[in-house]
Every structure is written in structure tokens, then in C-alpha cells.
């Protein structure tokens, strides 16, 4: 079975900082944009940020942009999420996605419909 597996979530006071993991199991990354989404409690999953296949192509969402940096090492088969400066806003269940892009380095979507693959999802709670 291919699934992503999604870890580093925690409970950090508002202002800090996390670093989210998201690695394969059963294959490997290098094929694939990685999204992650987040669904905070109550509201529907929105997609947080997507790096192409090479990191060619970032983006963010406008909520997190400037504090979130998406990133991937393909040697380790993993791709990261470091947020800063969280905001109890930020709170929610992160999810990492895989698109299926062997053809360009250049594209990623942070749209739920475009994943082939989905992780089971890690907590971050922004408290004090």
C-alpha cells in the first residue's frame, strides 16, 4: 500500500516554531510534487503549500507566507514543512499529498482533487 506518513506535529506556544516531515512508504519522491493541506477544527482542508518535483516551483498560501518554508530532499526521500512565528490560528491536522509529475519540475498544485496519495495527517496545536 503507498501511503505518505507525516510527522513532527506538537504543541508549541504561539510565536514559536515546528518542522513537519513527510516521507514515503513504498515509494520513492522524486516522480512527485508534495502538497500539505491543513484542516483546522470546524472548517474545511485548505492547501498550506506545494513544492514541484526539483523545488523548481513553491508556493503558499497568502495566510502563511513569510513564516512557512516548504522544502525537499530527494536523497532522503522526504520532503520538509518549517513553520515559524505560528499563530494559534495555524492550528490543525497538516496532511502532506503526492501529485504524480515525472514530466516537469516546474509545477505543483495545492488543490485536494490533483493528489494521488495522502498521509494520515500530524496534530499542530498553537496554545498558550
Known amino acids: 500500500q503507498l501511503l505518505l506518513v507525516e510527522s513532527g506535529g506538537g504543541l508549541v506556544q504561539p510565536g514559536g516554531s515546528l518542522t513537519l516531515s513527510c516521507a514515503p512508504s513504498?515509494?520513492?519522491?522524486?516522480?512527485?510534487?508534495i502538497s500539505w493541506f491543513r484542516q483546522a477544527p470546524g472548517k474545511e482542508r485548505e492547501g498550506v503549500s506545494c513544492?514541484?518535483?526539483?523545488?523548481?516551483?513553491?508556493r503558499y498560501t497568502s495566510g502563511v507566507k513569510g513564516r512557512f518554508t516548504v522544502s525537499r530532499d530527494n536523497a532522503k526521500n522526504t520532503v520538509y514543512l518549517q513553520m515559524s512565528s505560528l499563530k494559534p490560528e495555524d492550528t490543525g491536522v497538516y496532511y502532506c499529498?503526492?501529485?504524480?509529475?515525472?514530466?516537469?519540475?516546474?509545477?505543483?498544485?495545492?488543490?485536494?482533487?490533483?493528489?494521488?496519495?495522502w498521509g494520515k495527517g500530524t496534530l499542530v496545536t498553537v496554545s498558550s
Open positions: 499529498a503526492a501529485d504524480r509529475q515525472p514530466y516537469t519540475n516546474t509545477y505543483c498544485s495545492v488543490s485536494s482533487n490533483d493528489m494521488d496519495y
Open positions: 513504498g515509494f520513492t519522491l522524486e516522480d512527485y510534487a
Open positions: 513544492i514541484s518535483t526539483s523545488g523548481g516551483r513553491i
